[in-house]
């Protein structure tokens, strides 16, 4: 494998990655939920214990994950496969927390399933996130991945409140932006770095899109 072109310090990148061979990586409520936790567990510098992933709550686990890897800014599982919006941080390994958060993920799939070897298709992608207009696009297309999955085969923009059917998945952060459920999950994110009317232009799919303000 080709090593991935460096991060920068202070740029956006959207991450994803897949189950290899397309294969599901979420069967299940208890599977998604895990793989959230870890996204918060994983993110600090202290190691992670199992322990915590099914004692704690998200919030206890921010607590006392010590200082942060990286910014998470949003996210969103699919069955097979996940997106996360980022921030990276000056003189971090982002890499480490890619590699503590899914090679963690892939030993409690592997134990709980009863098979060996990789879980995901190689080394995480990554795209820089090149200006404010690409992040709020990105944003909107990362939010809106479970579409598909909880309208088939409708038009995602006719007859339906898009909003409420995005608020109503559980396993990405649109809820958490567009509406003012306060969940315990909040504590993955970092909402600090995005302009102040992204919950606002998340919740109509036509203005996420082509809307280009600035942050701030």
């Known amino acids: 494998m080709p090593n991935r072109v460096p991060f920068q310090s202070w740029r956006f990148y959207h991450l994803y990655n897949r189950g290899t061979d397309k294969r ?3 069967h299940d409520e208890s599977d998604w939920r895990r793989f959230l936790l870890g996204l918060i567990a994983s993110n600090g510098q202290l190691p992670v214990k199992s322990a915590d992933l099914r004692e704690k709550s998200p919030e206890e686990l921010a607590a006392k ?3 942060t890897l990286i910014d998470l800014c949003a996210y969103c599982l699919m069955p097979n496969h996940f997106h996360l919006v980022v921030r990276v941080k000056k003189g971090v390994d982002t890499g480490k927390f890619l590699r503590k958060h899914l090679i963690g993920y892939t030993m409690y799939f592997n134990r709980k399933y009863g098979r060996s070897g990789v879980l995901f298709q190689g080394r995480t992608k990554s795209k820089l996130i090149k200006d404010a207009r690409h992040l709020i ?3 909107a297309y990362v939010n809106e991945n ?14 339906q409140d898009v909003s409420a059917v995005l608020a109503a998945y559980p396993f990405a952060s649109y809820r ?17 770095l995005l302009p102040r009317h992204i919950g606002a232009a998340l919740k109509f799919r036509r203005d996420a899109i082509s809307f280009g303000g600035a942050s701030g």
């Open 176 to 192: 958490d932006y567009a509406t003012p459920d306060a969940r315990a999950e909040r504590a993955a994110l970092e909402f600090s």
């Open 146 to 159: 479970p579409l598909e999955l909880l309208t088939p085969g409708a038009d995602s923009t006719a007859a």
């Open 24 to 26: 599901v990586i979420f």
């Open 65 to 67: 994950r010590g200082q």
């Open 137 to 139: 696009t990105l944003l």
